[in-house]
């Protein structure tokens, strides 16, 4: 009796975990629809954002006669450090207005901010992962022969990397609640992270000073993580799992404590 007695909390967390699964499922399918079903263009406008960002600054990269750290093949140098990068900062961007685009669903007992914030983080980690092998397959047809180091370090810094971006959209919806103004100043305030993240350099190329500054940008160690997985010959001595995980729980239990404390306002409107 006393083996049923505690065995029945695990069950019912169990089936509360089954449970709300099946609501982030329902959700990212209902994204996917929202965002892809409507406009056949959005799946090719997933594909061509990062695709144009890759050829502009390859192009640029032949004119200034530039080579890349290490001898690394340009374009999964450049697809390694834009893919990455997009996926933080878009997972954010959707995550950020998880509430105000689906306020209706809110009423339901079932659907709580979180669970917004993780579907469309599954989708734009999705999107991404498969952006990322389009585009590395395309480029696989104009070289002899492409080699993946580890696979498993590339996948471990794209999921940081939708992790990271799911953390700071479930902070910057609730900050959106509080007060409009922070979205129009999330822009201006995110964009030099273009350029310091390391999409056109790498941690090793630095030296030290700079490298001890922008090493607290935690993008900056999921982009050298998937670097790390992609090319046999580069080792990213600087990157830090453990450190970016450090940004994804504080981020995660900020946003939600203050979801916590916006909740009145969202049920009040």
């Not at 007060?179 to 030099?192: A, C, Q, W």
């Not at 000073?209 to 940008?217: A, K, T």
């Not at 993580?225 to 600087?238: E, K, L, Q």
């Not at 970016?244 to 939600?256: N, P, T």
């Amino acid at each position: 009796m006393s083996g049923a007695v505690a065995t029945l909390p695990r069950g019912e967390l169990t089936r509360g975990l089954m449970a709300q699964l099946r609501v982030v499922h329902a959700l990212a399918l209902r994204e996917t629809r929202t965002r892809f079903g409507q406009n056949k263009l959005g799946y090719v406008w997933a594909l061509l954002e990062p695709l144009f960002w890759i050829g502009t600054f390859a192009g640029l990269f032949e004119v200034a006669d530039r080579g890349t750290p290490g001898g690394m093949a340009i374009v999964p140098f450049l697809a390694t450090g834009v893919v990455t990068y997009e996926l933080v900062m878009k997972t954010a961007n959707k995550g950020s207005q998880a509430i105000n685009g689906n306020k209706a669903l809110l009423f339901y007992p079932q659907v709580q901010t979180l669970d917004l914030i993780l579907a469309r983080g599954a989708l734009e980690l999705a999107t991404y992962a498969v952006v990322f092998a389009l585009i590395i397959g395309g480029w696989a047809f104009t070289v002899p022969r492409v080699r993946i180091d580890d696979l498993l370090v590339l996948m471990n810094g794209l999921l940081l990397a939708g992790l990271l971006g799911m953390g700071l959209g479930l902070v910057l919806c609730g900050l959106n609640v509080l007060s409009p103004t922070v979205e129009r100043i999330r822009g201006p305030l995110f964009r030099p992270l273009f350029w310091v993240s390391g999409l056109f350099f790498t941690a090793e190329s630095l030296p030290k000073q700079v490298r001890d500054m922008l090493l607290y940008n935690p993008i900056l160690h999921c982009i050298e993580m998937v670097r790390t997985g992609f090319f046999p010959d580069y080792h990213a001595r600087h990157a830090e799992p453990m450190y970016v995980g450090a940004w994804i729980l504080g981020l995660f239990f900020f946003g939600l404590t203050l979801e916590r404390r916006v909740r009145h306002k969202v049920q009040l409107t």
